[in-house]
Structure formats: C-alpha cells, structure tokens
C-alpha cells in the first residue's frame, strides 16, 4: 500500500477520533498542521462524521431530558456550530431535497435564526437541521424509555408544551407570560384609564393576571396557577415600534424587542426581571434565579461627550484649575462628538490621561506633585459619574436612549447578562429548539395519523 494512502488514512481516522472524542480543539489543530502533499483538507473523507455528531448531539438531549442541566443545550448549539464552521455536514443532495429546503427557506425568521447562530449556512446544514435532527429527536423520545415519563404522549406533550415555556438555563429563569395582543391590550386599557385622568407619563407600571400552567406529570395534566405580575413599561417606546413589527404576524421580523422591566412577581430571587417580546408573537420574561448583580446590571451609566466633560469638570473642582483645563482639553480631543461613554471606557481614558499628564510640561512647574495621587483623583472622579445605577433607573434610562434612538429596543437583551451569556443568547436559542420540536411534533403526528 502506498506511504501517501496510509498518511491520509491514519490523518481522517485521527479527525475521527477527536470529533468521536468531543477534543475539537485537537480536530483544530490536526487540520491546521496536516500536510497532505499538496491536497487540501477534505471534510467529506470523515465518513462516519453523521454518525458522531448525531450520537454526540443526542447525549446532550438526553442529559437535559434525563434531568441534568439544561445548559447541555447550550452545548447542543456549540457542538452543531464547530461541524458547521468546518463544513462537516456537507453531502450530496437529491432533487427532492432541494425541493424541501426551498420550501424551509421562504421562513425569513427561521434562516435569520441560523444564521445569527452559526454565521454562514449551506444547503446542507440547513437540510440536517430540517431533517435528521427531527428524526434523531423522534427516535430517542419515542423508542427509548425515559425515567421521568413513562407514558410517551405525555412525554411528547411535556416537549411541545410544556418545556421550553418554563426553565433555567446558564443560571436564567426563562418563561412565557402569554401572546404579545395580551400585553399591548392591557397597555392600552391602561393608557386609556391615564388619558381620562389626565395622568401623563412616560413611564407606565401595568399589572397583568396570567395563567400560568404548573406540569405534574405524575397525571400528566397540566394545572393552571394565576399569577399577577406588575410590569413598568415605556408606552412610547413599545407603541412606537408598534406599528413596525407587533400589528400582524406577517410583518414580524427577526427581532426580540423589549417590552418591560418586571417589578413584582418576577422569577428572579428578587420579584424582578425583564421581558421580551419574539418573532412568534410571545411575551418572555428572563432574570436571574440567584442573586447576582451582574444579572440584573443591564449597564453603567452612559453619557455622551459634552455630558461626561461637564460632569468631569465639575467632580475636578479640587485639582489645579491650569491643569484642570489641559485634563479637558486634551478628553475634548480624543473623545468623538456621538461617543458614548460607560464604565467600560474607565481603563481606557485613565491611561490615555496618564500618557498626556507624563509629557506635559506644566507638570514640572507644580510643587509636590505626585501623578499616582492626580490619577487616583481622576480615577475617583470618573468612577463617581459612570457608577452603577439600580435597576429601575437603569432601565429608565435605556429606554431613554432607545426613545432618543440612540440605542435600538432590539439590543437590550445583549446588555443583560449573567456572566457570559445574555437574554439574547437564551432567546434566540429557545427559538432555534422551537423550531426543532415542532419539525420533530410533525414527524410524531404523521406516524400517529393526527391531522
């Protein structure tokens, strides 16, 4: 047998192995270091990669299924992205399959789905999605018995209905409240109630009756449970946007707009959250199940440059008024008109003043001068306007910046996080399943004959 046959062959089963293995970090760097004599790496000689990435997929289904962490669907997402990102899906299709997957493409929210997830898409990946993983799913849902339900339909039941309406992923409560006409409807009723009491505000706090299902599946019948939660809303903000996106299913786009911030019976440790609205139509509350700041902090405190040069001037009354002004001077020109700052900017603006003070000549002419202590007084100065502000003052004052449109609804959910994963994470992911489970309920209903 040839030297070069061998190479090649020990190389693919080497890939095998790593991807059969979960090491992608060794698949990274075999495909980065192989010298396959001037042949390029070729994804389609892994011939088992279909099977791995089912098997490695369906045990993390089967971990959130089998009641460990629901996290392992985050895993899900990260597994289907690296065996998109080096092509490991691709194969030849049939002249049917293509005819499907048009059919799947003229969904612009599904395919915006993917793409914000995995980037770029191909035919290929998207008919996996479409197709084998339904069936994957079918398979170990209907043909493998699962401790916590015995009885298949309610199982199927609990998947459809029940899961992805209510559950904790990366340390976030995530829950569905009812369809976006509810919310817009108590909105109205309430601003009416304010117009004939001539009551005009820009914020609005709107308590709404939810009934909410509680699973047992001991009986398989799902209980209700009302719940009131009072929400603080923006009636401009949420109507204004209205009339873009809320009005018929037809005009929704791929967005998860903010909707509010919840004050009293929220999930969170503290009664508080936030909720979102989806491009199905839903209303979705999220907020840390632990105490955590960094869960409910949406952002510090954002000024653009005149506010934060004003408000710096004046926190710097006690330093030498001559060197004061080169301080301002100098941020005046290395700050640009439109650029917001934050606390995320502190470091930044702290050595760049500690450069400029360094090589200011005035400095040397100043008796007993310490730059340690001058930038300590800075540092004191600017942590002093770009501190954390409480939670109802800093939704305040996003939706602020979203009625000046300085920021879009749309890109609240990113600047609300627990760690590293934010709203916008758990939302368009909880869509992508959604997605999943209703491709696997078709293949359920077809071999149950349910029209």
């Known amino acids: 047998m040839p030297y070069d046959y061998n190479f090649e062959e020990d190389f693919y089963k080497k890939l095998s192995r790593s991807l059969r293995e979960k090491d992608f970090r060794e698949f990274g760097n075999l495909t980065k270091s192989q010298n396959l004599k001037n042949e390029l790496f070729n994804p389609l000689k892994i011939e088992d990669r279909f099977e791995i990435l089912s098997t490695l997929l369906m045990d993390t289904i089967r971990d959130v299924s089998e009641g460990y962490e629901t996290s392992a669907l985050g895993d899900f997402i990260e597994i289907l992205r690296f065996f998109n990102d080096y092509n490991l899906m691709e194969r030849q299709l049939e002249e049917e399959d293509y005819i499907l997957l048009e059919d799947f493409k003229n969904d612009k929210i599904f395919i915006s789905n993917l793409c914000d997830l995995f980037g770029k898409i191909s035919n290929s990946f998207i008919f996996y999605i479409i197709k084998d993983i339904p069936h994957h799913f079918y398979n170990l849902f209907i043909n493998n018995p699962n401790p916590y339900f015995t009885d298949s339909e309610i199982l199927i039941?609990?998947?459809?209905?029940?899961?992805?309406?209510?559950?904790?992923?990366?340390?976030?409560?995530?829950?569905?409240?009812?369809?976006?006409?509810?919310?817009?409807?108590?909105?109205?009723?309430?601003?009416?109630?304010?117009?004939?009491?001539?009551?005009?505000?820009?914020?609005?706090?709107?308590?709404?009756?939810?009934?909410?299902?509680?699973?047992?599946?001991?009986?398989?019948?799902?209980?209700?449970?009302?719940?009131?939660?009072?929400?603080?809303?923006?009636?401009?903000?949420?109507?204004?946007?209205?009339?873009?996106?809320?009005?018929?299913?037809?005009?929704?786009?791929?967005?998860?707009?903010?909707?509010?911030?919840?004050?009293?019976?929220?999930?969170?440790?503290?009664?508080?959250?936030?909720?979102?609205?989806?491009?199905?139509?839903?209303?979705?509350?999220?907020?840390?199940?632990?105490?955590?700041?960094?869960?409910?902090?949406?952002?510090?405190?954002?000024?653009?440059?005149?506010?934060?040069?004003?408000?710096?001037?004046?926190?710097?009354?006690?330093?030498?008024?001559?060197?004061?002004?080169?301080?301002?001077?100098?941020?005046?020109?290395?700050?640009?008109?439109?650029?917001?700052?934050?606390?995320?900017?502190?470091?930044?603006?702290?050595?760049?003043?500690?450069?400029?003070?360094?090589?200011?000549?005035?400095?040397?002419?100043?008796?007993n001068f310490n730059i340690n202590e001058l930038i300590d007084k800075i540092s004191s100065a600017i942590s002093i306007i770009l501190r954390p502000i409480n939670m109802v003052d800093q939704f305040k004052a996003r939706m602020d910046l979203v009625s000046k449109e300085q920021l879009k609804s749309e890109d609240i959910a990113k600047l609300t996080s627990l760690k590293n994963k934010s709203h916008y994470d758990v939302l368009r992911e909880r869509l992508f399943f959604q997605y999943i489970v209703d491709f696997f309920y078709e293949i359920y209903k077809k071999n149950k004959g349910i029209k």
């Open 157 to 367: 039941y609990y998947i459809k209905n029940v899961f992805f309406n209510q559950y904790t992923i990366y340390g976030l409560s995530v829950r569905y409240l009812g369809p976006i006409e509810k919310f817009l409807g108590e909105l109205r009723k309430k601003i009416d109630d304010c117009n004939t009491q001539n009551i005009q505000e820009d914020f609005i706090e709107l308590d709404i009756k939810y009934e909410l299902p509680e699973f047992y599946n001991n009986y398989g019948v799902p209980q209700k449970r009302v719940i009131i939660k009072r929400h603080l809303v923006s009636p401009k903000n949420v109507l204004g946007y209205n009339n873009r996106f809320f009005q018929e299913k037809r005009y929704r786009m791929y967005r998860f707009y903010n909707l509010s911030m919840v004050l009293l019976g929220g999930l969170g440790p503290q009664g508080q959250g936030f909720s979102y609205s989806t491009p199905r139509g839903e209303v979705i509350e999220i907020c840390s199940d632990i105490k955590e700041n960094e869960a409910i902090i949406v952002k510090y405190r954002l000024f653009l440059k005149e506010q934060f040069i004003t408000r710096l001037e004046i926190e710097l009354i006690y330093i030498d008024s001559q060197l004061k002004n080169n301080i301002i001077n100098f941020l005046n020109r290395v700050i640009t008109p439109e650029e917001l700052i934050g606390y995320n900017k502190i470091d930044f603006l702290l050595n760049q003043i500690k450069n400029f003070l360094i090589n200011l000549d005035d400095l040397r002419e100043l008796n």
